[in-house]
């Protein structure tokens, strides 16, 4: 990258491995890596986190357990018992124990995305909308992330009937689109922004929210 941003800065190829590489790596020399740090920091944009935290305002972590209803949670127990029978019966931890963990997953999120014809409302959907709802009339703004477009998709009609304006981005929103949801949402335009987590994971630069909603966790906290 140097060789072409700024050619002959960090010398040739076989010259930057004897000056550099070989003492850093193999030397661990941090008088040489604190060298090249300041031949190439001019150049470089990026900020870790150890430099900004004192700019960074306190994280609040807010836990909100949603208890699933008697009818939802008796319909993920016949799956969840199926699950467990199918995958001591297959000893070979193979992709279908994954598959049956993720279909527990979207039904902690709403039985409907595995029971097609499921009708009753999803506690968590109606959990989140209450949220919303609160935070809308407080005049904040969230990012709003989730794994499953698929309750996304439930998700989008309950803020439409609920009246709460959204921008949303997946991984099939085209990059000119993406762009301008981005100043959109930077700029005041709506207070909540729907994002597919495998969206959300490339290069997004979202300022503009004060509150952060995940709504399918996983197991990590992160």
Request: hydrophobic residues 40%; contains cysteine.
């Amino acid at each position: 990258l140097f060789q072409f941003i700024n050619p002959g800065l960090l010398g040739s190829a076989d010259q930057f491995k004897k000056k550099f590489i070989h003492p850093i790596e193999g030397e661990h020399d941090r008088e040489r890596q604190n060298q090249l740090r300041r031949l190439i920091s001019p150049f470089l944009l990026r900020r870790t986190k150890g430099e900004v935290i004192e700019e960074l305002p306190e994280k609040n972590e807010i836990k909100l357990p949603v208890e699933l209803s008697p009818a939802e949670m008796t319909m993920y127990e016949v799956h969840r018992r199926k699950a467990e029978v199918a995958v001591r019966a297959d000893k070979s931890l193979n992709g279908s124990t994954l598959a049956e963990i993720t279909r527990l997953r979207q039904m902690a999120c709403s039985c409907s995305l595995v029971e097609k014809k499921w009708q009753v409302p999803s506690s968590k959907m109606l959990a989140f909308i209450d949220l919303a709802e609160s935070l809308s009339v407080s005049g904040n703004r969230a990012l709003v992330f989730s794994q499953f477009t698929s309750f996304f998709g439930e998700v989008r009609k309950a803020m439409d009937k609920a009246k709460l304006p959204y921008l949303y981005l997946d991984g099939s929103t085209p990059m000119a689109k993406r762009e301008q949801l981005v100043k959109d949402f930077q700029s005041g335009k709506c207070p909540f922004f729907l994002i597919s987590l495998k969206a959300g994971g490339l290069g997004l630069n979202l300022t503009g929210a004060n509150y952060v909603i995940h709504l399918d966790p996983w197991w990590n906290p992160a």
